[in-house]
């Protein structure tokens, strides 16, 4: 696949972003360039209400049971009211953007823009795209009232690890995590017990999250730790400022 030239721009300003020390201007450039890009993710996101976010593989197809799976937690979710929250891609990003849709719920993506074109899958009501990934980390976290973590690879564990640190380190509140897939992240889990032993983690922080196959288990769990401890409402959205040009 040939890649664009906005798709090569963007991977080599990314390049340079992390390339070391450059001019005072062209650090400044990437200053600016970057609050711009924040700020363009707060205004596309701000108006989206209360999320859950899910991570998980762009590689598994819609005939995987992980797509499947995928599929009927985020439709679950989306019942109680949430948008739910991905990648924007494909794989199992286009499987709880599609479960969210399946019930008329709302669907939103924070796209990343790759070397390799990542389009937004088709289930989205809304998406936008992102050149930073620790961008879209931000924005991916701070709409979300929990996390849900699918099978997936370096960017799945990434995703979900950044998660997990800022509620062991209370830069967010105490929001659920929960862990779907027992048999794939099992090898995962023995490490994380590993960590525990080792007290490189404390006996605590092994237990922020929850790993359930168990699609009531999880939708109970944020029922209770999410929408009675926050006191969430679908209709409790912010409004636009139609003099601040902003849309829902």
């Known amino acids: 696949m040939k ?3 906005t798709q090569v721009n963007a991977n080599e300003s990314e390049i340079i972003f992390l390339d070391g020390p450059h001019s005072r201007w062209k650090e400044l450039k990437v200053a600016f360039e970057t609050l711009f890009e924040m700020i363009k993710g707060f205004r596309a996101l701000h108006f989206i209400g209360p999320c859950i976010t899910i991570f998980g593989s762009a590689r598994f197809k819609e005939d995987h049971p992980y797509y499947e799976l995928t599929r009927k937690v985020a439709a679950a979710l989306a019942k109680l009211g949430f948008t739910i929250l991905t990648g924007g891609g494909p794989g199992l ?3 709880a953007n599609r479960g969210a849709k399946d019930v ?3 669907s939103v993506g924070c796209n990343i823009q ?3 074109e ?3 899958n088709q289930y989205l009501d809304k998406w936008i795209y992102i050149k930073h990934f620790f961008i879209r980390k931000v924005l991916l976290v ?3 009232f929990a996390f849900v973590v699918m099978p997936g690879g370096y960017g799945t564990l990434d995703e979900y690890f950044e998660a997990l640190t800022l509620i062991q380190t209370h830069k967010i509140d105490d929001f659920p995590v929960i862990i779907f897939g027992k ?3 099992k090898d995962l889990l023995e490490h994380i017990e590993q960590m525990s032993e080792n007290f490189t983690i404390t006996k605590d922080d092994a237990h922020l999250f929850i790993v359930t196959d168990d699609i009531d288990e999880a939708v109970n769990l944020i029922v209770e730790k999410s929408i009675k401890q926050f006191n969430l409402h679908p ?5 636009p400022f139609k003099w601040l040009f902003e849309k829902e």
């Open 114 to 116: 790759l070397p390799v």
């Open 235 to 239: 209709k409790n959205k912010v409004k």
């Open 104 to 106: 008329n719920g709302r």
């Open 3 to 5: 890649e664009s030239s």
């Open 142 to 144: 701070k709409y979300s």
């Open 118 to 120: 990542q389009k937004p």
């Open 93 to 95: 990003m286009e499987a």
């Open 183 to 185: 048999e794939y992240h």
